[in-house]
């Protein structure tokens, strides 16, 4: 399964977009300056991805939280049926997600956005939400 890779990616173009940020005003403005970037990104990565994810969709939250929202393939979400599968998928994700986003944060409090937050939604291809996470 790519999923850890594919938030890995999104940590690093993350990252790289708010490295240049810090010139706008507010945390929200920060934030939706770098947002079509990052969506650009993604949607370029997530070609790659095509077995396991459909889409990935970047917006804003409040002011200082991006949200990462992936939907999955068919061929993904029919493993994920059971309480047991889809336990085995968070727990896979939770022991990663949080050591892999501190950087992050960093470097978004480094751009100007106060109190940031990186949120991460997971969807099975039906829409329906498996996984959300944020990462503070």
Same mark, same amino acid.
């Given at each position: 399964?790519?999923l850890?890779?594919?938030l890995?990616?999104?940590?690093?173009?993350?990252a790289?977009?708010?490295m240049? !940020?810090?010139?706008?005003k507010s945390s929200? *403005?920060?934030?939706? =300056?770098?947002? +079509?970037?990052? &969506?650009k990104?993604? $949607?370029?990565?997530?070609?790659?991805?095509?077995?396991?994810?459909?889409?990935?969709?970047?917006?804003?939250?409040?002011?200082?939280?991006?949200?990462?929202?992936?939907?999955?393939?068919?061929?993904?979400?029919?493993?994920l049926?059971?309480?047991?599968?889809?336990? !085995?998928f968070t727990?896979?994700i939770?022991? *990663?997600v949080?050591? =892999?986003?501190q +950087?992050?944060l &960093?470097?978004?409090? $480094?751009?100007?956005?106060?109190?940031?937050?990186?949120?991460f939604?997971?969807?099975?291809?039906?829409?329906s939400?498996?996984?959300t996470?944020?990462?503070?």
């Amino acid at each position: 399964m790519k999923l850890k890779k594919v938030l890995g990616l999104a940590v690093v173009f993350v990252a790289a977009m708010f490295m240049v !940020a810090g010139c706008a005003k507010s945390s929200a *403005s920060i934030i939706d =300056q770098n947002l +079509p970037a990052i &969506q650009k990104q993604m $949607d370029s990565e997530m070609s790659a991805a095509s077995a396991e994810f459909k889409s990935v969709k970047v917006t804003r939250e409040g002011d200082s939280t991006v949200v990462m929202t992936f939907t999955m393939s068919d061929k993904l979400s029919a493993l994920l049926k059971d309480d047991a599968s889809k336990k !085995a998928f968070t727990d896979s994700i939770n022991s *990663s997600v949080d050591s =892999q986003m501190q +950087p992050v944060l &960093q470097k978004l409090k $480094d751009a100007g956005i106060k109190n940031p937050q990186v949120k991460f939604v997971i969807n099975l291809s039906d829409g329906s939400e498996v996984y959300t996470h944020i990462t503070k």
